[in-house]
């Protein structure tokens, strides 16, 4: 923690207006009063930032040198953001999570894997060591971590601070100024950090491009979404290509289509219409690289190392809707540069699930991601039949 610049405000006792409308990623924001505004479930059984630092830092000293781990960028409220490197294999795979900050599992399970990964002497995961170079950056927002919320902690004033060309423009569309039983951005106002990304890496901010919207670029106007392109170009340059991205977030709580299951966690290898297509044709520039088909398979290994946990609760895995145009997402950003792109919807965000099932839902997580890694450390990943991807379960929403 590097510097403190206001007290956070973590929830409202103030009840307002009903039914506002937020952007509706991930579980939208029912504002429906509740009398017990104050009575959020617990989520002590989750990571703080200063645990993280903790334990990324023991991480480090104790895996004999297969950690690295780097403070790469401060989030707005000057708390360090972490990457841990893994292994050095040619095929590059960053993960991140707690983009939002009321979506935790991600975290836990990224730590977990962190230390398995970096200190396990098996043959699967030294095999992963020496074919892959694993990038983790757990809790990429950890100002909203701290405040228990999906959006940054950062003022429109601030924006035009450190981008003087935007004075006088219309704030950013996914600023939010809002307060409802859950939160107060109205005295502590935030961005969705994750819609400040662009397909263009070296995209700087302009006053016409404001106040955009969920089917446009974001313009990296947060030192949060900044951080994680520079990771990612720093990756770029080394490897030319990051072959996988990994996004780690929660969801509301959903049903597989057509059965009374309620969904583990949801996937999707799908955020923009493609550019080859008439409805993805303003991503034409990108069309080369983009490539769908493996986002399928990995996708794909995701869910059948999951499947092959068993029945349900493990089973249960669905697909997130598929016909987004999100380009403003770190996947969306990502996969139009050619990254091999995994969303995992965790079931239940943190103001209303708290940390149920937690154990559970971390190790379904894991479970995905080794899937993952494994079939990219082996390469069999190729050899998966993209089709299949159209047979996961659709999700009833
Ligand atoms: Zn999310």
Known sequence: MKKRKKLALTCSAVLLSAGMLVPTYDAPVKAKPNPVTMNQPPVSGFISHDELTRALNQVERTSQG??????????????????????????????????????????????????????????????????????????????????????????????????????????????????NQYWDYASNPGFDMNRDFNPDLDYTPQPADFPGSSSEPGWYITPEAQTVRDVYKGLQNQFDTVDVFIDLHHQGEYVIEGTEEPVTFSLSGVFVPHPDTEEGEKYSEYADQYNLEYSKQLNLAAYDAVQQMGNSPFGNISLYPQDLDLPGTALGSFALNGSGSVLFEITGQTQSFGQKKMGQLRRAVETGVFGILNGVATGEVSDLDAERYNDIPETER
Do not use: C
């Not at 409220?77 to 990457?83: C, T, W």
């Not at 809790?139 to 601070?161: F, H, Q, S, Y």
């Open 66 to 179: 297969n950690v690295d781990v780097e403070v790469v960028g401060y989030s707005n409220q000057g708390r360090e953001i972490h990457k841990a490197t893994i292994g050095s294999g040619d095929k590059v795979v960053l993960i991140q999570s707690e983009i939002h900050g009321n979506e935790k599992v991600g975290t836990k399970a990224l730590l977990e894997m962190i230390k398995k990964i970096g200190s396990n002497n098996s043959p699967e995961m030294r095999q992963l060591r020496e074919e892959l170079t694993i990038v983790a950056m757990p809790m990429i927002n950890p100002d909203a971590t701290e405040l228990n919320r999906r959006g940054t902690e950062m003022t429109w004033d601030e924006v035009t601070n450190e981008f003087p060309q935007l004075e006088g423009v219309e704030p950013s569309w996914n600023y939010y100024t809002y307060q």
